[in-house]
């Protein structure tokens, strides 16, 4: 396998931690790494709630949109400026969506703060963003990670604290052999509550960033369980 199609949701973090990884596998491998948008504000949106991008400031979709923006200069633009907004949010804990703190880290990254007003005055860039999320879903896809590896669509895998070097390569191994066996769909560890606790930790820095609800499937997600777990 020599490249991979990679969608996230920048306010994801279990789709930034899986991004750590692949990163992990690209210096190890040399594949390619296409990174494409989705968003969770839109698939989980309810009838009565408005689309993302009819608000003035979507915290995802806004930000993909600037990251649409940096893809047409370059694929390593967009992975730059994702690395750096995603570490802000799921390591340090720090707020990326905030317009003004956008502005700052394109400024950090030897880029013009201009260019958020430019990644929102451009509506071409609201459609790549649109055809990159229609992507994942019309392949029935319903959240990220999403890969995209020879044309198949993979869900996950779903991980924190990433595994590095050559167990990297072990797990994108397995991950790209389920290709050989098409009618293979989901695989799911059972998770016991060392593992609930290792994950609170880990979404820690997420939670005291994030200005919203966090949704699965349309469901509510309980994330004082996971501080509860941590703590016993």
Request: charged fraction near 25%.
């Amino acid at each position: 396998m020599t490249s991979v199609d990679f969608h996230f949701d920048p306010m994801c973090p279990f789709a930034f931690h899986t991004s750590r990884w692949i990163r992990h596998v690209r210096a190890e491998t040399g594949i390619d790494i296409a990174w494409r948008f989705f968003s969770l504000e839109e698939i989980n949106r309810r009838d009565d709630q408005k689309h993302p991008w009819e608000r003035d400031w979507s915290y995802g979709w806004s930000l993909m949109r600037i990251g649409a923006l940096l893809r047409r200069e370059s694929m390593d633009l967009l992975d730059r400026w994702y690395a750096a907004t995603g570490h802000l949010l799921h390591v340090e804990g720090g707020k990326p969506h905030d317009p003004e703190v956008a502005r700052e880290l394109l400024v950090q990254l030897g880029l013009d703060a201009s260019l958020l007003d430019a990644a929102l005055a451009d509506p071409s860039t609201h459609d790549e963003v649109r055809a990159d999320h229609d992507r994942v879903t019309t392949a029935g896809g319903f959240g990220v990670p999403t890969l995209f590896v020879q044309g198949t669509a993979l869900f996950g895998p779903v991980l924190v604290d990433p595994p590095q070097g050559a167990a990297a390569v072990r797990l994108w191994n397995l991950v790209t052999e389920m290709l050989e066996f098409p009618r293979v769909y989901e695989i799911q560890r059972v998770k016991g509550p060392a593992d609930t606790a290792a994950i609170g930790e880990a979404l820690t820095p997420y939670v005291q960033g994030r200005d919203w609800q966090s949704i699965n499937r349309g469901e509510v997600v309980d994330l004082s369980r996971l501080e509860s777990e941590q703590e016993a």
